[in-house]
């Protein structure tokens, strides 16, 4: 199967700092990563799209400069939330795909506490 | 914009009952996935539907599509405990190669023992 992972699992920082979470594709190449935030008992809501060697396409009310997307190579993605604070405490998951019409493949998650 | 509604968003059923969700969607879409979560995890993939009319079944969940009607069901039938989780549909929007899924709020199944 396809396998995604993220690091780390779960992170806890303080308020005004940044922290960086890692996606990687084990076993395939993945030319799309999308990035998504789910917050308790809600549903799970696309941050970003990112393809490899491009820039990053952000959803509506997404602050680019704040959650920093990069899409290095076919099998890592990374996502840097900056100067993080409380309100940005979150489950945040990704997910690949090999190309179009491919189904998306999802990472474990990373629960982000900024405190 | 592709709207994705699901219902109910809470179910609670006893053990050995049948029952079914609803995931209607907005727009004219070629592919729908049905998701599991169970609390504190990621997603786990159940299904993908490809066309009209498709049904597919794993154990006591059946998935199925009509994409005229624009709506797909997942049916769980003689539910036990095991199957407590928050099924999540989502509807591929085929746009260019990005191909994103825009996600229902989800159903909370509760099943009790």
Sequence with gaps: ?115 | ELKVEQNPLFLSMQEEKNYTIYCNYSTTSDRLYWYRQDPGKSLESLFVLLSNGAVKQEGRLMASLDTKARLSTLHITAAVHDLSATYFCAVDTGMNRDDKIIFGKGTRLHILP
């Design chain 1, 1 to 115: 199967g396809a396998v995604v992972s993220q690091h780390p699992s779960w992170v806890i920082c303080k308020s005004g700092t940044s922290v960086k979470i890692e996606c990687r594709s084990l076993d395939f190449q993945a030319t799309t990563m999308f990035w998504y935030r789910q917050f308790p008992k809600q549903s799970l809501m696309l941050m970003a799209t990112s393809n490899e060697g491009s820039k990053a396409t952000y959803e509506q009310g997404v602050e680019k400069d704040k959650f920093l997307i990069n899409h290095a190579s076919l099998t890592l993605s990374t996502l840097t939330v900056t100067s993080a604070h409380p309100e940005d405490s979150s489950f945040y998951i990704c997910s690949g795909k090999r190309g179009r019409q491919e189904t998306q493949y999802f990472g474990p998650g990373t629960r982000l506490l900024v405190l």
